[in-house]
């Protein structure tokens, strides 16, 4: 039978954020250099039509990810807003490699655009005055997180992890990475919240 090389897992690390005495920045601590464990499957290992979908629409999630971490590099008000939309950028980059290697593999296409819906998102977060830009960044990133894990979950929740293939291992990883970045995108927009306080002499 012939076999094929998939990728099976990506795990792109933990965020670590430290605070200095001229401000909040950020800096990735990364528990791996981006290594991708390879997973051999053979032909009988196909996927489910609910899992394939799943593949067009993480990519798009992903470029939704790009996108907007470009602009929060370019915009941000914050070392904050800067670093952690620099970081999604090329977390999603990486990820939208991996993705379409098992599109290859399962012969799925995988979108190179966004949905009209999310390209009107991204030119209304590029359209935010400076001012209110990085508060708008924290709520865009932290609404493109929470659908994706819940698109997860509802896709993999019925599944055997023990008789998962290399791609639903590769999705669950992936669910536990945004469900980490989701977290600290919170805790950042909690903070911008007190900066925004104290400047209001609230």
Known sequence: MRKYILIASAVFGTFAFAACDSGTTTEQQTTSTGEVNEAVAGDTEALTEEKKELIPFMARASLMQIEMGRLAAEKGQSDQVRQYGQQMAELYSSKKDELRDFASSYGVS????????????????????????????WDEAIDAHKDAIDEFGSTLKSEDEALA????VWARNTEKEKRAQMEQAMRFRLDQKDILRKRSGL
């Open 110 to 137: 995988v979108p190179e655009t966004l949905h009209e819906d999310q390209q009107e998102e991204v030119k209304k977060l590029r359209e935010t005055k400076p001012e209110d830009f990085d508060m708008a960044y």
């Open 165 to 168: 293939n290399p791609f639903s």
